[in-house]
């Protein structure tokens, strides 16, 4: 089944105390992205990748850290979580950037920093 | 991307059609017409895209005005899943550089009335 999938979907954690979330993708896309949805805010995206190697920022990147090392997997990482990162996570693919071509979400992170 | 403008909300009855208008006054020539929901503690989902023709798949179809100003999300028979958000984006091409996320805005609150 083609999919994005994104582990963990639920995480509590401390301030300060690195993280990963990990998001893949069996479609074989190019185009990944990572997005934040908060109450009121509406979804915003943090940093994407348009193929292996080549990523860049979004609307909130600051605090957060990502790597495209195979085409497959875009991990999202916080250095050093703060309460403010305190969000529900989406990470996207895309088979191009083009846009004539959809988008296909992950199910979701749902993180707490306390 | 350029912006759009959809209703707050709308209800429609189970089992009967619903008509999803969204304003695009803005749109250019490149830009295509992308529809997406998100259930109740999901990711977003695809629904369809456009770019000057009507369109139709398995799930809704997409009308589009001839002067591509506006465009409306056909859902034939709605069903009590149905219930979401449904957000109106526009996709344009890559500019390079800077943000690249889909411009999610509050989309229209679709309730369904069983």
């Known amino acids: 089944e083609a999919q994005v999938t994104q582990n963990p979907r639920y995480l509590i954690t401390v301030t300060g105390k690195k993280l990963t979330v990990t998001c893949s993708q069996n479609?074989?896309?190019?185009?990944m992205s990572w997005y934040r949805q908060d109450p009121g805010l509406g979804l915003r995206q943090i940093y994407y990748?348009?193929?292996?190697?080549?990523?860049d920022k979004g609307d909130v990147p600051e605090g957060y850290k990502v790597s495209r090392k195979e085409k497959r997997n875009f991990p999202l990482i916080l250095e050093s979580p703060s309460p403010n990162q305190t969000s529900l996570y989406f990470c996207a693919s895309s088979l191009h950037r083009v846009g004539s071509y959809e988008q296909y979400f992950g199910p979701g992170t749902r993180l707490t920093v306390t | 991307d350029a912006k759009t403008t959809q209703p707050n909300s709308m209800e429609s009855n189970e089992e009967e059609p619903v008509h999803l208008p969204c304003n695009h006054s803005?749109?250019?020539?490149?830009?295509?017409i992308h529809w997406y929901r998100q259930l109740p503690s999901q990711g977003p989902e695809y629904v369809i895209h456009g770019l000057t023709s009507n369109v139709n798949n398995r799930m809704a179809s997409l009308a589009i005005a001839e002067d591509r100003k506006s465009s409306t999300l056909i859902l034939h028979r709605a069903t009590l899943r149905d219930a979401a958000v449904y957000y109106c984006?526009?996709?344009?091409?890559?500019?390079?550089?800077?943000?690249?996320?889909?411009?999610f805005g509050k989309g229209t609150h679709l309730i369904i009335q069983p």
């Open positions: 803005t749109i250019s020539g490149t830009d295509y």
């Open positions: 990748s348009m193929n292996v190697e080549v990523t």
């Open positions: 479609m074989n896309h190019e185009y």
């Open positions: 984006i526009l996709r344009g091409q890559y500019s390079g550089g800077g943000a690249d996320g889909l411009t």
